[in-house]
């Protein structure tokens, strides 16, 4: 029964793949490299998830940049848009308090704020709408500085997670191949010791 059922899912799926609708995407949402685990696919899927993630993250779509992103650089698409929840409702006032200190070493702000008020939220006090009214007022004269800390932020941890994986990636398969060597050998220590 429900295998039956996920396979009308995935015909409608490959109806769309085929029909013309997608044909913005062209040949690059056939890529095996967005689905495929490689060291290429997986450190750009890094790049395009931390970057979506972080960069824009005062907008909505987050996911959707992601995976636009990752069809476009050709990286692992699952991963892309998995990343983006680093950023979530718990991680983002910490996200954007950093963000403002890096901002504002570019563009100073025009109003001085308190920028620790970002990080105390009472959410016993006041009701929802009226915590998000005072987070607004807290960032009304520091959008600019927000959204320039964001970029910045979100460019160096999507090329760092970048870098991360392809060294991490390297530094694995070559413990695996000496960990493989050194095992042949001791095998062929204790054959001709037999």
Do not use: C
């Not at 689905?35 to 899927?45: A, Q």
């Not at 699952?78 to 718990?90: E, H």
């Not at 090329?159 to 695996?176: E, P």
């Amino acid at each position: 029964m429900p295998r039956k059922y996920f396979k009308k899912f995935t015909l409608k799926g490959q109806q769309l793949l085929t029909s013309g609708s997608l044909s913005a995407l062209d040949s690059r949402i056939h890529d095996p490299n967005l689905w495929h685990l490689n060291r290429h696919s997986v450190s750009r899927g890094f790049f395009a998830g931390l970057f979506a993630g972080f960069a824009f993250l005062l907008f909505p779509g987050q996911m959707l940049v992601a995976a636009v992103l990752a069809i476009w650089l050709r990286g692992n698409l699952p991963i892309a848009i998995g990343l983006v929840w680093i950023t979530n409702p718990f991680t983002t006032p910490p996200i954007i308090y950093l963000a403002l200190k890096i901002g504002t070493i570019f563009i100073p702000l025009e109003q001085q704020i308190d920028l620790s008020a970002l990080l105390n939220f009472e959410w016993t006090s006041a009701t929802l709408a009226e915590e998000a009214a005072r987070f607004l007022n807290l960032l009304k004269g520091s959008w600019r500085s927000l959204l320039l800390g964001t970029f910045i932020l979100g460019a160096a941890l999507g090329v760092s997670g970048y870098f991360t994986v392809q060294l991490f990636w390297k530094w694995h398969v070559r413990r695996t191949w000496n960990t493989r060597q050194m095992n042949r050998l001791q095998q062929r220590l204790d054959n001709s010791q037999k």
